[in-house]
């Protein structure tokens, strides 16, 4: 509506002058076709009061979280079987995680570090030490 005041603003002997399209467009950051398209459609007041179709920024699904606690480990592994089994599309898991309302959960344990602790001990089985320098003995006469 502030559109359409703008540009009847700048109306002049009934005629809206050469450039006031582009100066309502830069002036309230929308596309000239946009403000040419509100402009044609002066005549009906109430399409310009229409709800906008954009999507808004609120969550469409406010119980995403409860509906994902109640699924199984297993089909919670990848976003594609989660999307499916909670019937939410894959992108909208994908927005709510970047937006920060869901969290990656990872429930693996570490791996002990045992087998490095003798891969270690074997390296220094095989390595001699003089002083601060260190070599490693050949291994020539054996076969691992």
């Not at 229409?50 to 920024?57: D, E, L, M, T, Y």
């Not at 344990?109 to 270690?120: C, F």
Request: aromatic letters at 8%.
């Amino acid at each position: 509506m502030a559109i359409l005041l703008y540009l009847t603003g700048k109306v002049v002997n009934g005629v809206l002058p050469h450039g006031a399209k582009a100066s309502a467009s830069h002036a309230f950051s929308y596309h000239r076709d946009t403000v040419a398209a509100v402009w044609s459609k002066r005549a009906t007041p109430e399409v310009l009061f229409a709800r906008s179709c954009r999507r808004s920024n609120g969550l469409r699904y406010p119980d995403i979280a409860d509906r994902l606690e109640k699924v199984p480990l297993p089909l919670r592994q990848t976003q594609r079987s989660l999307s499916q089994d909670i019937g939410v599309p894959r992108t909208t898991i994908k927005r709510y995680l970047k937006a920060g309302y869901l969290r990656r959960q990872f429930s693996s344990v570490k791996p002990r570090l045992t087998h490095k602790k003798r891969r270690l001990e074997f390296a220094l089985q095989h390595s001699e030490h003089e002083g601060s320098v260190a070599s490693w003995k050949l291994m020539t006469g054996g076969v691992l």
